[in-house]
T-cell receptor, first 111, second 114 residues
Framework: DAKTTQPNSMESNEEEPVHLPCNHS???????IHWYRQLPSQGPEYVIH???SNVNNRMASLAIAEDRKSSTLILHRATLRDAAVYYC????????????FGKGTHLIIQP | DGGITQSPKYLFRKEGQNVTLSCEQN?????MYWYRQDPGQGLRLIYY???????QKGDIAEGYSVSREKKESFPLTVTSAQKNPTAFYLC?????????????FGPGTRLLVL
């Protein structure tokens, strides 16, 4: 599986935008970029995913570089409830294999 | 409500004992997965099943066993051969489609060895 690289931790202030980066320089043409987040003592939850174009949903936006070797998860207005570990994961389209999780980015939100 | 349920929330195991963790989903998903998470680490895949009566080993299958007799259920047994079973266990499911389908996770079971 292609690997991803994320910063270990990031800190932001409440009600400000947060940009979480992810590098995936060995991504293949059929890999989708998925983001999940995990709140303390809970199972991960899906945030967003995309292939080539930028994506928006009610939780976040995903900006994908033109060469697809990096992406950024954008939380437009962080709240204390957004404090979690955020995982950037590559997943082959059509595959039903398990997800490969790294250590993710621990996002800290300051009030 | 549709979703994934795991039970129990906490489970204690004695040395040499087998224990079974339950995972049930009513989402009509084809594929189900078991992951293990150690403190401060990401999730690691134990076993997965894409269809009833079939399953595949993940990255850390040794010391674990599974069954998939029904579409809704995917129980995980932690056997006595698993020497370090203390961890947070997560079950997930997804539809098998053609385009980057997402996984839905249960709340997890925390297993502790006495």
């Amino acid at each position: 599986d292609a690997k991803t690289t994320q910063p270990n931790s990031m800190e932001s202030n409440e009600e400000e935008p947060v940009h979480l980066p992810c590098n995936h320089s060995t991504i293949s043409g059929t890999d989708y970029i998925h983001w999940y987040r995990q709140l303390p003592s809970q199972g991960p939850e899906y945030v967003i995913h995309g292939l080539t174009s930028n994506v928006n949903n009610r939780m976040a936006s995903l900006a994908i570089a033109e060469d697809r070797k990096s992406s950024t998860l954008i939380l437009h207005r962080a709240t204390l409830r957004d404090a979690a570990v955020y995982y950037c994961i590559l997943r082959e389209g059509g595959g039903a294999d398990g997800l490969t999780f790294g250590k993710g980015t621990h996002l800290i939100i300051q009030p | 409500d549709g979703g994934i349920t795991q039970s129990p929330k906490y489970l204690f195991r004695k040395e040499g004992q087998n224990v079974t963790l339950s995972c049930e989903q009513n989402l009509n998903h084809d594929a189900m997965y078991w992951y293990r998470q150690d403190p401060g680490q990401g999730l690691r895949l134990i076993y997965y099943s894409q269809i009833v009566n079939d399953f595949q080993k993940g990255d850390i299958a040794e010391g674990y066993s599974v069954s998939r007799e029904k579409k809704e259920s995917f129980p995980l047994t932690v056997t006595s051969a698993q020497k370090n079973p203390t961890a947070f266990y997560l079950c997930a499911s997804c539809i098998v489609l053609l385009a980057g389908e997402t996984q839905y996770f249960g709340p997890g079971t925390r297993l502790l060895v006495l």
